[in-house]
């Protein structure tokens, strides 16, 4: 059964470096999403990808993270310069389209930040 | 704004009982709802989707129901097992826009006990 997979498990970086979270949406989804689960918290919204470019983000989605397709399997999100804040879970998702289809989900990264 | 919240944020069950979760929201414009199981540490899977023309959706022993009007979904588990036993979460995709994005609720943690 297809399925989202996300690189690597778990990842522990120090304060102010740069994280690339990496996923492989099933292959022939066309919308792409990233979100993030902080320990104890409500799984929350990022960004949303499609045809190229951000469709929608939220306010967490700030200037200190991008993503990118950087060819047709990989969609990547980047942490430029990590906060303590930033630890949490970080999920990838995809649907094929934006009906009332599913969404599916990887089985996340965990980002700790020391 | 939309808010998702679940009710009991925690639940333990001897096994063999059938149970309910809930799950409401505060804005009745959704497009449709879905049911994830978050088993410790692990991504979500998802469970259901019930389109907001639905009112019942069914996979094996679960049930979704979704009365969209008041702003509720109940997920019901029959004859639960102690594999039952993971975080379930509801999230509800917003009418407005069309990026698919999902809005979650907290979840509610269900123990079975054999």
């Known amino acids: 059964e297809p399925e989202v997979t996300q690189t690597p498990s778990h990842q522990v970086t120090q304060m102010g470096q740069e994280v690339i979270l990496r996923c492989v949406p099933i292959s022939n989804h066309l919308y792409f999403y990233w979100y993030r689960q902080i320990l104890g918290q409500k799984v929350e919204f990022l960004v949303s990808f499609y045809n190229n470019e951000i469709s929608e983000k939220s306010e967490i989605f700030d200037d200190q993270f991008s993503v990118e397709r950087p060819d047709g399997s990989n969609f990547t999100l980047k942490i430029r310069s990590t906060k303590l804040e930033d630890s949490a879970m970080y999920f990838c998702?995809?649907?094929?389209?934006?009906?009332?289809?599913?969404?599916?989900f990887g089985q996340g990264t965990r980002l700790t930040v020391v | 704004k939309q808010e998702v919240t679940q009710i009991p944020a925690a639940l333990s069950v001897p096994e063999g009982e059938n149970l309910v979760l809930n799950c409401s929201f505060t804005d009745s414009a959704i497009y449709n709802l879905q049911w994830f199981r978050q088993d410790p540490g692990k991504g979500l899977t998802s469970l259901l989707l019930?389109?907001?023309?639905?009112r019942e959706q069914t996979s094996g022993r679960l049930n979704a129901s979704l009365d969209k009007s008041s702003g509720r979904s109940t997920l019901y588990i029959a004859a639960s097992q102690p594999g039952d036993s993971a975080t379930y979460l509801c999230a509800v995709r917003p009418w407005s826009g069309n990026t698919g994005k999902l809005i979650f609720g907290q979840g509610t943690t269900l123990q079975v006990k054999p």
């Open positions: 998702a995809s649907r094929v389209q934006t009906g009332n289809t599913e969404a599916f």
């Open positions: 019930i389109q907001s023309s639905q």
